[in-house]
Every structure is written in structure tokens, then in C-alpha cells.
């Protein structure tokens, strides 16, 4: 199964710009689960969304633009952002509830995720789910 959200704006985004890069990551083969990632704090939270301007964005380096590949192996909610911190390294955020609610069940399986990020500081406006790791 595959979710999909595309918001009216996305699509004129989209439309406007053409096709998006594709990037694939490699699937992580490690013999057990990453480390958990350290508490979020405010200062951390302000410098990674831009003070809250930033409403969906990633922590990922190099930031390609097109689809990223990830598992969502851990989530973490603070001060109404949700935080998705994959086996493959960096964090992704968002405060779109409806992303939020789309991405949250995903860290209890370890699913892999797929993120469209549209700038190369990291920002994203689709997420596909899937069933599987």
C-alpha cells in the first residue's frame, strides 16, 4: 500500500518548475536498531525549522532535491513539530498535522518512507508511505 499527499500548492509548485531529481538510498544493514537520537531542545528546534518558519524540512546532508529514501526508526513530537529520525542518519520535521498523522505510524514498523524535497536547504512538500521496510 502507498500513501500519498499532494497539497494544491505542491502542484502548482510542481507545475510550474517541471520533474524533480531522484535520489535512492541504500537500505541500512546494520545487526540491530540505530541509537536513539538525543532530546530535542528549543534552541535545536529554532535552529533546524528557522525559528518556526520552516514548516516541513530535513536535517540531511547532502540535501538532494528529488526523492529521499528512508525507514522511519524513530519519532519524536516537540512543541508541535514531529521529528522522524531514520536508520539512514539525519532527521526530518514537520508541523503539517496531516503529514504528522500520515508519518507517525511509520516509526512503529521501521517503514520505509520516501520524501520530495524541493530545495537544497532540505524543504519537502510530499511523502509517500509504504507497507514494508
Do not use: R
Not at 99 to 110: A, D, M, R, V, Y
Amino acid at each position: 500500500m502507498v500513501v500519498k499527499y499532494v497539497g494544491f500548492t505542491t502542484l502548482a509548485f510542481l507545475g510550474s518548475f517541471g520533474l524533480a531529481l531522484a535520489q535512492s538510498a541504500t537500505p541500512s544493514t546494520s545487526d540491530g536498531p540505530p541509537e536513539a537520537p538525543p532530546p530535542m531542545s528549543a534552541a535545536t528546534q529554532n535552529a533546524l525549522t528557522a525559528g518556526g518558519k520552516i514548516t516541513s524540512g530535513a536535517q540531511i546532508s547532502p540535501a538532494l532535491v528529488g526523492w529521499n529514501y528512508v525507514h522511519a526508526t524513530y519519532c519524536a513530537g516537540y512543541n508541535g513539530y514531529l521529528y522522524v529520525y531514520p536508520s539512514e542518519g539525519g532527521s526530518w520535521w514537520t508541523n503539517n498535522t496531516l503529514f504528522q498523522n500520515i508519518l507517525e505510524p511509520q516509526c512503529s514498523h521501521g517503514n520505509w518512507v520516501a520524501f520530495h524535497v524541493y530545495n537544497t536547504s532540505g524543504n519537502w512538500d510530499e511523502v509517500y508511505t509504504y507497507s514494508y521496510k
